[in-house]
């Protein structure tokens, strides 16, 4: 049974930084496609950040340069670091994965969902 567990959300005023990490079990995802989505009250579920099977990270135009993803293959766990966070960056966060190489934007494509943990940047 596959399972991802995020943690790393919390409250931060505008510039700060978090961390958020998503510990996957009974999934490996060395060469499939896993990543980061999240979600604002009244506003459709979008992509953030994902690698996928060849390795290669996308980054939504809003966050580049702010978001790194990283993997740690030891833990089979990746993380979403958060710098210069943004009162538009509250929402919801989720881990999410697929069974395949390729990522898409598409929430109805990936196969196995974290629980979330919310972000909430204040200004």
């Known amino acids: 049974q596959v399972q991802l567990a995020e943690s790393g959300g919390g409250s931060v005023q505008a510039g700060g930084s978090l961390r958020l990490s998503c510990a996957a079990s009974?999934?490996?995802?060395?060469?499939?496609?896993m990543g980061w989505f999240r979600q604002a009250p009244g506003k459709e579920r979008e992509r953030v950040a994902t690698?996928?099977?060849?390795?290669?990270?996308y980054y939504a135009d809003s966050v580049k340069g702010r978001f790194t993803l990283s993997q740690d293959n030891a833990k089979n766990t990746v993380y979403l670091q958060m710098n210069s966070l943004k009162p538009e960056d509250t929402a919801m966060y989720y881990c999410?994965?697929?069974?395949?190489?390729?990522?898409?934007?598409?929430?109805?494509?990936?196969?196995?969902w974290g629980q979330g943990t919310q972000v909430t940047v204040s200004s």
């Open positions: 999410a994965a697929r069974v395949g190489g390729n990522c898409y934007s598409a929430p109805n494509q990936y196969n196995y």
């Open positions: 009974g999934y490996t995802y060395s060469s499939n496609c």
């Open positions: 690698i996928n099977g060849a390795r290669w990270t």
